[in-house]
């Protein structure tokens, strides 16, 4: 090879070299994000039943369910929004003393609620979460609360969030966000992305259990 090609070769080497040590942890961390692909959403079926626990709800705070219907909207994930979605998920778990819903409220009707006292199950991280979103910026109609069966087949509920990688879950029993089909749970129902008084069906299985998280 000629002199002069070898050291064109060379100097072009070592730009790439120098660019991929510029890029450091940053890039690394964009090229993770990045590899997270769309995950397939959770098909919906027709209208179903609506809780009472959100039935009850509403009528104890009219001003939380008197909303407008609206055209359903998904949140643009970028990695400041994932950032939230872990903090918020964080912060209502480690917040909230767990309790259950007869322990808490002495009824075995589900009591949905924010949680006034510090204490609460399921339901009351739930609802918290979503409204820690709202006050955040997220469009109301990505953030649905949703029933399920969990790993223990015992009935669960959930925050789902739609994004436009797919549907995002927010757990008071795992820390991490998880895409809806790597939760191992049973998806029964959830809010209508238009109304939150209106349910809409799922009945699907969420995969298999696995964490979102980069090894």
Sequence with gaps: MRPGVLA?????????????????????QSTWFKARSTQPAAAVGGS???????VDFCHRRPKECKVPALPAADVKLTAQK??????????????I???SN???????????????????????????????????????????MTVVRDLNNEGHTILTVKTDKGDLVLDNLV??????NATGYYFLKRQSQQNPNNWVSINQRGGTPKRMSPS
């Excluded at 064109?8 to 690394?28: E, K």
């Excluded at 179903?48 to 959100?54: F, M, Q």
């Excluded at 994932?82 to 917040?95: E, F, H, P």
């Design 8 to 28: 064109l070769l060379l100097g072009f080497v070592s730009l790439i070299g120098a660019t991929a040590l510029q890029a450091g942890p940053a890039a690394a």
């Design 48 to 54: 179903t039943s609506v809780p009472y626990g959100w």
């Design 82 to 95: 994932l950032s939230i979605l872990k903090r918020v998920n964080q912060k209502a778990n480690r917040s």
């Design 97 to 99: 003393k767990p309790i």
């Design 102 to 144: 007869f322990d808490h409220w002495g009824t075995m009707e589900d009591h949905w609620d924010y949680p006034v006292d510090g204490k609460g199950d399921c339901k009351i991280y739930a609802l918290y979460k979503r409204k820690l979103l709202l006050q955040a910026g997220f469009p109301r109609q990505a953030l649905l």
């Design 175 to 180: 820390d991490e966000i998880r895409p809806w």
